[in-house]
């Protein structure tokens, strides 16, 4: 069983930054990718980044040149940080993982969610 612990969510002006952290805990395990999503009220939940194994990356449209998604493969850790801020960029901002056993069975996990607004 794996777990992700997210931090770093808050209120910021527009135009400020923001750090999240999403640490995966648990035993007998290695990632294949981490991401991040994020779902506004009333909207479905969508990719904002993700970040493979290899370091390979891949952005949303609309975070591009703004976010910078980067990971610590030592601490099953991936990091969001987010310049640049916009209202619009105001969601709740979901850790998401893909991991492998050691009978390389896959298994997908989600954090608890940690709440971005940005004001105006």
């Known amino acids: 069983q794996v777990q992700l612990v997210e931090s770093g969510g808050g209120l910021v002006q527009a135009g400020g930054s923001l750090r999240l952290s999403c640490a995966a805990t648990?035993?007998?395990?290695?990632?294949?990718?981490m991401g991040w999503y994020r779902q506004a009220p009333g909207k479905q939940r969508d990719l904002v980044a993700i970040?493979?194994?290899?370091?390979?990356?891949n952005y949303a449209d609309s975070v591009k040149g703004r976010f910078t998604i980067s990971r610590d493969n030592a601490k099953n850790t991936v990091y969001l940080q987010m310049d640049s801020l916009k209202p619009e960029d105001t969601a709740v901002y979901y850790c998401?993982?893909?991991?492998?056993?050691?009978?390389?069975?896959?298994?997908?996990?989600w954090g608890q969610g940690t709440q971005v607004t940005v004001s105006s």
């Open positions: 970040i493979t194994s290899g370091g390979r990356t």
């Open positions: 998401n993982a893909e991991v492998r056993d050691s009978r390389l069975y896959t298994y997908n996990y």
């Open positions: 648990g035993s007998s395990f290695s990632i294949n990718y």
